[in-house]
């Protein structure tokens, strides 16, 4: 059982940044991927960024060349670098992790604000 802890989100002003973090614990030794996710109000939830345990990372059009993901091994935690945030960017994001290449966790998610 893996359990994901997120936290950072937060109210911004556009062309502000912002970093999120995901910690990760129990099983994390069996995460194929972690990655976020996003889901603004009457949309569905969209991939942002994911990062392979081989450290290959993915990103969605939308945010390629603002957002970078990364992560910590030693303390188990990925992020998310959000720069030149912009007010489509404003949603709930989540943490992702896929273990054993078939099962699918979920963070609480955290809201991100990007006013004009």
């Not at 603002?66 to 188990?76: C, G, L, V």
Request: glycine letters at 12%.
């Amino acid at each position: 059982q893996v359990q994901l802890v997120e936290s950072g989100g937060g109210l911004v002003q556009a062309g502000g940044s912002l970093r999120l973090s995901c910690a990760a614990s129990g099983g994390v030794f069996s995460i194929n991927a972690m990655g976020w996710y996003r889901q603004a109000p009457g949309k569905q939830r969209e991939l942002v960024a994911i990062i392979t345990s081989g450290d290959s990372t993915n990103y969605a059009d939308s945010v390629k060349g603002r957002f970078t993901i990364s992560r910590d091994n030693a303390k188990n935690t990925v992020y998310l670098q959000m720069n030149s945030l912009k007010p489509e960017d404003t949603a709930v994001y989540y943490c992702h992790a896929l273990v054993r290449s078939r099962y699918n966790y979920w963070g609480q998610g955290t809201q991100v604000t990007v006013s004009s």
